[in-house]
DNA sequence: CATGAATGAGATTTCATTCAT
DNA sequence: AATGAATGAAATCTCATTCAT
């Protein structure tokens, strides 16, 4: 599954100064984006000639694509070390959402590179959210085995949570710092657990919405 | 430089050939993308020369907020349109679902015309999340204080909620022909009504995951 | 002697307009500099429709050599009015100096008019500075006739008189803020009427030179 | 907006394209004004690609700059040649406005340049002539210690006389093939060095201005 | 491997001028 | 007389890509 057409660089000198403009890259399409972001700005950043660019890559947009398949490699190998041990289905949605958050916090740039690489390659940006997914619904199907989890359709479940998790992850880790994480992880696993609909019983005015419990940054 | 450089038309014509530009852009954009789209493409559609383009809009980014912009007010309005005259409010949820479905349905170029804004002009493109998560918030609010509502943060919950339709309508509109939309908005607002846990006593492997009613498209 | 081709308006309102025009172009040439004044810079500050202007004149270049035109003749009447009734050559001098540094505090765009015109039509930047050679030859020729003044060749010594006065005006007026023009003004007639050679005997350090006894800004 | 975006080249090829380049403006801009003169222009009178323009300078108007800074050099370093050796100060006035007679009527087309960088770079405008003055003065304020020359702020003396030579260098040089340029300077020393009042006694009609005694073209 | 000069197609943008109203 | 919409030629500038060293 290598998706991009040059060969690995023979020798280690060659494997650092294509690591460099991997790096350079992220840094770079996350601030200006894919457009806007030249081989230029890639190369200055990575300390390296122009032309050198060509050497390990055929062109910016095979770049791009290897950029975002090592952020989904990544945060799936992070999401894996949150949860790694856990059975109860909820708290291993609680530590997935975490740990996301926390990721997100530190590659405050990912969400603008993944979401370029819809633009410019929609494959990838497919097998993006589908390299989540895939194993997000047969961990779901397997809870609902076991009996933990609701029977609906796996896939959906696993779309819906993902939605649910880059949208506040858009709303409070990148756009606001307003707000306690921990509340609105709370909140989230809430809803996720129960669902919106009031308690049974419910009707009179109820306490206001519960505020987080400090745990975690 | 200066965002208010290009006054109104001031003759009936000038309206008209304005107006064609938006239109044109419209289809430009959500065809080519908005960085592929050049303004040549944008006057040939709208059958104008192309420095008729700087009559009305000083770059492309103007048009493309405008466009941005216009999007948010019809499909806004489609939504209160859809909702119009409900109170129980799941059945708010479900019908602003299917009514975002459909309009992603006939616009699926429009999508990718919101989300290339965030590379643009990031201050029209969280503009157009929060001129809907603003009022859903308040009617989240409202309908907890009336019971109907489990007491979590509202914002926090229109974003979710917002994060569930946008993933979903991505996986299913726009990617997936494969599967009945009914089905996913069953699940949807399923998942929306009782959370993901398993229902008292679920523990015996239940029936498979409920299929649609045919109910719409 | 009219150096363009439009006719002067018919009625009133127009002969009002076309001054407007003139006004303003002065202050946009003066600002901008020619090339970059667009037609539409000169008739929003005049406050007219872009259209109006090739009412009155056949193209930019015509309307900077009207402004030329017309910058060069209230001067020279300035200059008439400063020296009028005088008939000894160095009081005429050094009121001619005078009221030109005055009359370029009080248009300090006039230089950069003038000399836009070079590059634009050059008949015209000649026939600015010829203007004002002219009758000032015509004035030392009567003067050398009379014995007032050493016998050079007018015209030579009409433009080595301008060209003191241009620099000066140029570094004080323009540039400087730092100095009085009065002590230019006197050093400047001190330079004219002696020479820049020492007076006689005049070996040893002699005093500093002569400050300006206050007179007139 | 970043003055020094474009490095010096680091190859000997690189200082050979630059170097073409900068020749190249010289002629286009003398022939054709500033901006009259197209980026196009000057690379084709380079012989090189457009682009490559923009490999060396950031904009038309950094060329500009660098042509009228090194004009200036030359100058300087021609004008410095002209008087080297040279203690009498009057024989250093005669000998510098003879050179920058020579100097102008060799590169007439530079004049312009020199004039059209007001309008485009006026800092390099008044470098140009500030780094004549300010040599020029402290030459004469030495010249004054030492007794040759009256006392007169040196800076405006200065002025004074670069006024004289620039607009006889107008008239002259540039408009004027009429006369004969040895006359001029003949006159425009006889002014430098005892002014223009008439020598004492000198009330009765003497001689026609002195014509001049052919030495140089 | 690495370099960086050179390219030229293509995009954006400006603006003098025309013209129908 | 006045308007302002429309035009399209021409300019500037960018940049992915090639290539000789």
Redesign the interface.
Known sequence: MNHNSTPRPATARGQRTRQRLVEAAEAVFGRK????ASISDITQQAGVALGTFYVYFPDKQALLVEVVDGLGARLRAELARAIAGRTD??EV?REGFRAFFAFTARHRLLY?VV??S??VDEACF?RY?RSF?APYARALAAA??????????????A??????????G???VL?GRKRDMA??LD??V??????????AG?????????RARRRTA
């Not at 984006?33 to 806007?36: D, H, N, S």
């Not at 609902?144 to 479940?157: A, I, K, N, T, Y």
């Not at 779309?159 to 506040?168: E, K, N, P, V, W």
């Open positions: 984006g894919f457009e806007r289905r909820l949605e603008r979401r370029q819809e633009f497919r959210y997914a609902q085995r076991s009996g933990q989890v609701r029977r609906l359709d796996p896939e959906v479940l779309y819906a949570l993902m939605g649910i998790t880059d949208f506040l858009m709303r409070y756009w509340a609105v909140a989230a809430e809803l996720v657990r129960h669902g919106m609909a009031a308690p419910g009707g009179r005015p109820g306490p206001a919405p519960r």
